[in-house]
C-alpha cells in the first residue's frame, strides 16, 4: 500500500457502516500512517484492503480489512489474506491474528466476519470481555490466530 492508497481506504471503509463506526474510521485513519497493507483493485477501481502491523516479531496483528459490500464473496478479500499470509510467512512470522465482535454479540455482519476467517483457517485464540466500547456500551472483543509455521494448515495462501 503507497501512501496515496489511504484515501481509498477511508473511502471504503467509510462505505462498509454495517462494520465501521465513525471512531473506527478515526482509528484506521490514524493507524493508516504506520501499519503497512494492500489494496485491491480492479481496472483502476479499488475494491479492497488489508492492513497489518508487527506485535513482537513472532506474531503480527491484521489490524484492518474491507472489501466494497457490492464486492463481497467474490474472492477480493481471500485473495488480500492470502498476499498477506505469503509476505508475513516470508518475513519469519509465526501467527497472524486478528480481533473482532465476540459471539456474545448477536449482529449478523460480524457473524459472517467470524466465519470469513475460521474458513481460511483462524482459530479462537481468546476473549476478552468488555474490551470494545465506552461506559455501559461495552462488548466482547474475539482474537482469532492463524499459525503461518507450515504452508497448506490454512486455506488463505
Known amino acids: 500500500m503507497r501512501p496515496q492508497d489511504r484515501t481509498a481506504v477511508l473511502e471504503i ?24 497493507g494492500y ?9 479492497g484492503f488489508v492492513t497489518w502491523t508487527d506485535i513482537d516479531g ?4 491484521l489490524s484492518w480489512m474491507g472489501v466494497i459490500e457490492d464486492w463481497q464473496h467474490r474472492g477480493i478479500g481471500t485473495s488480500l489474506l492470502a498476499v498477506l499470509v505469503a509476505e508475513l510467512r516470508r518475513r519469519g512470522y509465526r501467527f497472524l491474528q ?9 449482529y449478523e455482519p460480524y457473524a459472517e466476519t467470524r466465519r470469513f476467517y475460521r474458513a481460511r483457517g483462524f482459530r479462537d485464540y481468546r476473549v476478552d470481555e468488555k474490551y470494545f466500547g465506552e461506559g455501559d456500551n461495552r462488548y466482547d472483543r474475539l482474537l482469532m490466530r492463524l499459525d503461518l509455521s507450515s504452508p497448506g494448515r490454512d486455506r488463505s495462501g
Open 98 to 106: 486478528v480481533s473482532t465482535v465476540a459471539e456474545s454479540v448477536v
Open 13 to 36: 471503509a467509510g462505505s462498509l457502516r454495517k462494520w465501521f463506526t465513525p471512531q473506527g474510521l478515526d482509528e484506521i485513519r490514524a493507524d493508516l500512517e504506520s501499519h503497512a
Open 58 to 61: 513472532d506474531t503480527a496483528n
Open 39 to 47: 489494496l485491491a483493485e480492479r481496472e483502476h477501481r479499488p475494491l
